[in-house]
């Protein structure tokens, strides 16, 4: 099939990588004349493993191209994906802005040569299924007066549920494809479109074969409404989830349990689940928060006051504040101190430093007068660039990062962290203390190494408990 991707950011790049791995025609279509620069000259505009091996095979499949030029492919196109960014207005409200224009931009470029199918990837508030076929009529309608009745087109909402980080992984093997539409006619241009990946039937690449378990992927399929509730209700489960796992692990720091082992315990419950009940500094990224506050104010406006997503917002924001308990705790004054940071990016494995704990860690840390150093694999290009007025003083490795501090705090959970040579990071410090914000390391380990180590959750252990059950 002909698909055009409008945005290439995080969503929309990996879309087109994978369809166009599954044998489509994809162009990707972005207004930041920069990025598309990048892309055609092979180059990535954000970091994401496997994104590049992928794109290149996609080229010699169905093939891929960029452009900021929207009007002819998307005349072209059976499929118009809108992926571009949906972020939060002051009020919490989702910034309809770019997809506003986008629908604007797809109206304009139609005609009555064939059906064409307008898909929601973006994540929007329940609604704006309806706002994008409004917007596209409009678009016709300017581009095209009195001819806009013979066009045809469907809407739908597909929306995404990709990590990044493990971005092209998710989109290969996902757990479901949702599918939102009022029409019959829509669903199946969809169907058609993603039956190589519901089947599994390409070639699975090298670099991410197969998991054993991957034979077909459910698709569920539902009205437009349901599907973008599905988006919001997805994510404000997970965050509920972190924040559950991180108010456990407060208590269990304050009565002597340890958290991990506790979370190692619930989650052995098939109702409950292990994943995403690691205890740490909360969650960050450019989705959680903008969704939960997206959601909240859609029931907002119905009238509808919803406490245990407001409770999640208000957990999360306490979490980050521990770090700088914690290290009060241990120098009393944090003025004049130098903190290093290990970890920028929100997570690991990605450069996104969207409402990533580690600037809010370091901004509170640079109002109270500390020194702030930091080290990160991957995202310190990126933090330069968008938080420049940050005095943040930038390491060429964690061990550079150590030298002289006060205390170090590991905030991004980088596998190459857990690999570090304590001994030697304490012995290079003014103090050995730790705050281990995700509870990498093994806190008898740390202390071993000399540092007085701190976790989330993890009060003085004794030697017999081991972290996790030897059954996992
Ligand atoms: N990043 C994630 O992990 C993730 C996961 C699931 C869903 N989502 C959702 O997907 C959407 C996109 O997220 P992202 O992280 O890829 O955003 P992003 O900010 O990385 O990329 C958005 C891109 O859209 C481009 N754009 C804006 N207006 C445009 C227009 N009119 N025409 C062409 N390009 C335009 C921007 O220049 C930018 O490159 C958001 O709604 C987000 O909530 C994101």
Known sequence: MRVT???????????????????????????????????????????????????????????????????????????????????????????????????????????????????????????????????????????????????????????????????????????????????????????????????????????????????????VTTSLTSAEMIKYAANSFLAVKIGFANEVANICERVGAEAPEVMAGIGLDARIGSRFLNPGLGWGGSCFGKDLQSLLHTAREYGYHSRLLEAALEVNRAQRQLVIQKLQEKLFILKGRTIALLGLAFKPETDDLRDAPSLQIAERLLQMGA?????????????????????????????????????????????????????????SMTRAILVDGRNLFDPEAARQAGFDYSGIGRPQRTAHAPAVPATL
């Open 5 to 219: 991707v409008i945005g290439t950011g995080y969503v929309g790049t990996v879309t087109g990588a994978c369809l166009s791995y599954f044998g489509h025609r994809v162009t990707c279509v972005d207004t930041d004349a920069g990025k598309i620069e990048k892309l055609r000259r092979g180059e990535m505009p954000i970091y994401e493993p496997c994104l590049a091996e992928l794109l290149q095979l996609a080229g010699a499949r169905g093939g891929i191209d960029f452009t900021t030029e929207l009007g002819p492919p998307a005349a072209e196109s059976d499929v118009i994906f809108i992926a571009v960014g949906t972020p939060p207005l002051p009020t919490g409200e989702a910034n309809l802005c770019y997809l506003e224009g986008a629908a604007r931009s797809i109206g304009a470029a139609m005609d009555n040569r064939k059906f064409r199918v307008v898909v929601n990837k973006s994540t929007v508030p329940v609604g704006s299924g309806n706002l994008v076929e409004t917007l596209v009529r409009e678009g016709i309608r300017d581009a095209r007066p009195g001819d806009g009745k013979s066009i045809c087109f469907g809407v739908a909402s597909n929306p995404e549920f990709l990590r990044e980080g493990s971005a092209i992984a998710d989109s290969l093997y996902p757990d479901r494809i949702v599918l939102g539409a009022e029409e019959e006619r829509t669903l199946q241009v969809l169907r058609e479109l993603y039956l190589p990946l519901v089947q599994q039937a390409f070639d699975a690449p090298v670099f991410l074969p197969r998991p054993a378990a991957v034979t077909a992927v459910p698709v």
């Open 371 to 427: 020194r702030v150093k930091a080290y990160d694999p991957i995202a310190m290009p990126a933090c330069r660039e968008n938080y420049a007025a940050m005095r943040i003083q930038y390491c060429d490795s964690a061990e550079d990062a150590a030298e002289g501090a006060d205390a170090l705090v590991l905030v991004t959970e980088w596998k190459q962290f857990a690999r570090l040579d304590l001994r030697s990071l304490a012995k």
